[in-house]
């Protein structure tokens, strides 16, 4: 994590150094044509969640959104002198991720035990561990309210490049098969572990929306919140029985030129 968060550093000094200090004129070109830039970094904060809750889920234990960065470019195409409507594409580079533990009940898994997978549903507790580091290209219309606020809404599409799911069950048991299956018992320190890192969805898609406050003739604070609209998981993957959606809203700063 530090040296993704250092390497993340250089970049956005590397790429604002360049925009203050080289090619002025393509740059005041650029910007008589109607074209804005911007590079931005911030941080997720959310999870992927069911929606409505299930019933097999019957608490929510504990909750870690983590740390987990972004950093982005944006270019702005401005459609009036004024600079009122326009419509950005964006390519960033970012982490999802969330903790979480969980009371359920004939909740669909697959546990790793005495070297062989099993599954089935469990009812007990649950420890789950979620990151994703993903690409995603965004395509929104931008409305410029006054010299300072602006506000945008649109899609957005995403690689989920590399992911890790998985946790561990306990206090609880196994109804090997079914809700009827022959019945698999941890208590005390005993517990067993699950993975089902190889079944995220590689493609995801959503939507977008959020806001830009000015503070400074360069400096933007951002905001914005991102809504998947397709589960994290492969439609082929059957094991747990909902559908989880990631959503996340993300605060940060940016550069504008």
Known sequence: MERYSVLLCILITSIISKAQNSEP?????????????EIYAAVNIGGSAPIPV???IRHIDGYNPNLNLQIGTTVTKWFT???RWGVAIGLRFEEKGMKTRATVKNYGMEIA????????????????VYHSKQIAFPVTANFRINKRWKVNFGPYV?????????????????REGGPTGNKVTFEGDAYATYDFSNDIRLFQWGLQ??????????LVINANLTWGLNDIFNSSFNTVTFNLY?????????YVF
Request: aromatic share 14%; hydrophobic share 35%.
């Open 209 to 218: 929306a959020g806001g830009s406050w000015l503070a400074l003739n360069h």
């Open 113 to 128: 035990m005495d070297g062989s997978s099993v599954s089935g549903n469990w009812t007990g507790k649950v420890r789950t």
């Open 25 to 37: 004129d393509n740059l005041k070109w650029s910007s008589l044509q109607g074209f804005e830039y």
């Open 246 to 254: 990631p959503i996340y809203l993300n605060f940060g700063f940016g």
């Open 81 to 83: 002198p004024s600079r």
């Open 54 to 56: 299930p019933a097999e």
């Open 158 to 174: 995403a690689l989920a490049l590399n992911n890790d799911f998985n946790g561990e069950v306990h206090d609880g048991y196994l």
